[in-house]
């Protein structure tokens, strides 16, 4: 399989999940500005929507849109905590969680990363981004470990990865300390540090 990523985007969600199923995968990285690859290839040759995550599977089929590709990824792995049984109330949480992180929350940062946004726009977007990570403040204030409870899930990669572009735009995570303490789990998780060390947002460990 190959992963087409940018560093830090919402791809590294799915990035995420391949090292938490050992999944054999190669990189390429995506240039978001010009839609090359770092081989020169044309992206929307790939992608015709030209914005990544995209994975090609071993036949040569692309699959887009990260709550899917997680999805995937838990469903042909042999780690079944990632993602609850089909049919199970479990897994339409799981299903409420993914879409909510990418209506919600991956939606709201959008105009902060667009450089033709208005100020009005950003300051609205902050607004709704404080309103979103409120939400997950309190669905982590019963002491759960994970965005579903004790287990780790895919739903975890997706918000770790969203969340943390609260540093890139400067938005911090404020008095939430629930949803800190969480990012600081998430953040020492290995496959975590591995997909974020690939994309070069940490450097290696000593």
């Given at each position: 399989?190959?992963?087409?990523?940018?560093?830090?985007?919402?791809?590294?969600?799915?990035?995420?999940?391949?090292?938490?199923?050992?999944?054999?995968?190669?990189?390429?990285?995506?240039?978001?500005?010009?839609?090359?690859?770092?081989?020169?290839?044309?992206?929307?040759?790939?992608?015709?929507?030209?914005?990544?995550?995209?994975?090609?599977?071993?036949?040569?089929?692309?699959?887009?849109?990260?709550?899917?590709?997680?999805?995937?990824?838990?469903?042909?792995?042999?780690?079944?905590?990632?993602?609850?049984?089909?049919?199970?109330?479990e897994r339409a949480r799981l299903q409420s969680q993914l879409n909510f992180v990418s209506a919600e929350l991956h939606k709201a940062?959008?105009?902060?990363?667009?450089?033709?946004?208005?100020?009005?726009?950003?300051?609205?977007?902050r607004k709704k981004v404080a309103l979103r990570l409120d939400d997950v403040e309190a669905v982590l204030s019963d002491g759960r470990?994970?965005?579903?409870?004790?287990?780790?899930?895919?739903?975890?990669?997706?918000?770790?990865?969203?969340?943390?572009?609260?540093?890139?735009?400067?938005?911090?995570?404020?008095?939430?300390?629930?949803?800190?303490?969480?990012?600081?789990?998430?953040?020492?998780?290995?496959?975590?540090?591995?997909?974020?060390?690939?994309?070069?947002?940490?450097?290696?460990?000593?």
């Open positions: 399989m190959k992963l087409y990523y940018i560093p830090g985007a919402c791809s590294l969600a799915s990035h995420i999940i391949l090292h938490e199923t050992g999944a054999s995968v190669d990189i390429e990285k995506v240039d978001g500005a010009t839609h090359k690859t770092e081989t020169g290839a044309d992206f929307y040759q790939v992608h015709r929507k030209g914005y990544v995550p995209a994975l090609q599977l071993d036949d040569g089929e692309v699959l887009t849109e990260g709550a899917a590709i997680l999805q995937y990824l838990a469903d042909t792995s042999t780690r079944t905590e990632l993602s609850p049984a089909q049919g199970s109330i940062f959008s105009p902060l990363f667009k450089k033709d946004s208005t100020e009005d726009e950003k300051t609205a977007a470990a994970y965005f579903l409870g004790k287990d780790f899930s895919i739903a975890d990669a997706y918000l770790f990865t969203v969340t943390n572009w609260t540093n890139p735009t400067g938005l911090g995570l404020g008095e939430r300390q629930n949803l800190a303490a969480y990012m600081g789990r998430m953040a020492e998780r290995p496959s975590v540090q591995a997909a974020m060390q690939a994309e070069g947002l940490i450097g290696k460990a000593a």
